[in-house]
């Protein structure tokens, strides 16, 4: 005859010494299983299962929502493939987001001057501090409300993202740049700035990347869609174009030449968009100076527009002319108090940087403007 539990009345394996079911002491009842049997009373808190009971027999309800659970609240566990010592999670809140962290440690280098935050979000966190391009950093790794991964420093209450980091440390650049780019066509890169290196990512037209500099043996360093880093070497071809993005950043976005007014290959494009809307005015409105409104980070300045008229172009900023000139200025040009380039005496144009007419202040604070 068959045994069945005197709890919950479901069958019995022979041997056992708890019900599988519903986990109670076998106190097995010999016969048929009873019929419509009684709901179980509340039990309280099974204690561990002794190790000699196989596990296909020991309950596992609790075990297995548990596990569902910290699955969610990891939201996967992994993230750009950073490995590390921690293991677990805890019901931790993540900086006010709600969301649960993970235990799980690591330590990474900045590839990148980093900000230092004081909440784990890009939204309504302040800026407490920075990490330099290869500073070391130890801490946990969480998401935030947005399932981004962070990393929580140690002892200090300061957060930083891991787009900004990296497991290795990077290599010393010869040159940076730094800004938003998308690949023009399909682009490998690999693990570290070294011939031999592995592959670390296989990367589609239309990716966005971030160029981050050039490294001494020529290897060109990439800021990976997603966080972290990879590099092309110079006999490698990985063709990008600036990211139409709005606030991407364009640390080459201007290339003046003040004997010109050119502005560079960046800028074409929307150049080419403001002189065909312009065009499409007709008449003595072609005459009339054509705003392109953009917005790009250049060197620290927001650039809010193209500008084109009759002989001249010219970009506008969202700052202040002071600060532009000073930018302008760290980059090599010279330029007097009133905002003037200095310009050789056989040339015919002239260029400046001056505030916006009061008329034009909807496109910005200041303006680079050159022509005749």
Known sequence: MA???????SALSPGARFCATCGAAASPVT??????????PEQPQIGPVPDDTPPSRRPTGLLLGGAALLAVAIGGGTWLGLSSSGTGATDEPVAETGKAASTERATL??????????????????????????????????TDERDKPWLKVDGKGQYVSLANLSKIAPPTLASLDGSDRITS????VIETASAGSATKAS???????????VTADGFTEYGLPGGGVGYVAASSTCETKPSPAKGAVANNLIRFDPQTC???????????EAYASRAKLGGEEMEEE??????????????????VGYEWQ???FGDPADKVRDTFRQMGFKIDRQGNFAVEDDVAVSASIRPTDPGSKKRGKSELTCGV
């Open 262 to 272: 050119e502005l560079g290959d960046e800028l074409k494009p929307y150049f080419e």
């Open 314 to 316: 010219g970009v506008a």
């Open 31 to 40: 016969g048929e299983a009873p019929a419509a049997a009684a709901p179980p």
């Open 3 to 9: 045994n069945f539990c005197s709890e919950c009345g």
């Open 185 to 188: 066509g399909a682009c490998t």
């Open 290 to 307: 054509y705003d392109y409104p953009i917005d790009k980070r250049f060197r620290g300045l927001r650039v809010t527009a193209v500008i």
């Open 203 to 213: 990367l589609k037209p239309g990716a966005a990347v971030r160029l981050i500099g």
């Open 109 to 142: 280098y900045a590839v990148a001057e980093a900000n230092l935050r004081d909440k784990a979000s890009l939204d309504g966190s302040k800026i407490v501090g920075s990490l330099k391009r290869g500073e070391k950093v130890n801490g946990t790794l969480l």
